[in-house]
């Protein structure tokens, strides 16, 4: 069973930084698709940033020119650097995967896909002004 851990949230000033966490145990999957969410209070869950097997990233424009997605291979860890934060980014943050050994079946990894089939349990990020 491929388990995901997010960290790193925490509460900070508008225009601050962070940076997010997520580690995704082993698995025998070749190919991923793998992406950050997040819920604000009272709304329904949104993706803000995706990123697949050949390292093509996608964001939401909310998000485009302040987040950073990235993966460092070797140790298994999905980021999200957030940069320039403002008091509407303050949400419950959860990174997401969908695993596959065929590349078809994550070729199309960005806003509107929402099938994943893994997802860590959240992080609370709050920004104040």
């Known amino acids: 069973q491929v388990k995901l851990v997010e960290s790193g949230g925490g509460s900070v000033q508008s225009g601050g930084s962070v940076r997010l966490s997520c580690t995704i145990s082993?698995?025998?999957?070749?190919?991923?698709?793998l992406a950050w969410f997040r819920q604000r209070a009272g709304q329904e869950r949104e993706g803000v940033a995706f990123?697949?097997?050949?390292?093509?990233?996608t964001y939401a424009d909310s998000v485009k020119g302040r987040f950073t997605i990235s993966k460092d291979n070797k140790n298994n860890i999905l980021y999200l650097q957030m940069n320039n934060l403002r008091p509407e980014d303050t949400a419950m943050y959860f990174c997401?995967?969908?695993?596959?050994?065929?590349?078809?079946?994550?070729?199309?990894?960005?806003?509107?896909?929402?099938?994943?089939?893994?997802w860590g349990q959240g992080t609370q990020v709050s920004v104040s002004s």
């Open positions: 082993k698995s025998p999957y070749a190919h991923y698709c």
């Open positions: 997401a995967a969908i695993l596959s050994y065929h590349y078809d079946a994550v070729a199309n990894c960005g806003a509107g896909r929402t099938d994943f089939t893994h």
């Open positions: 990123t697949r097997s050949v390292d093509v990233n």
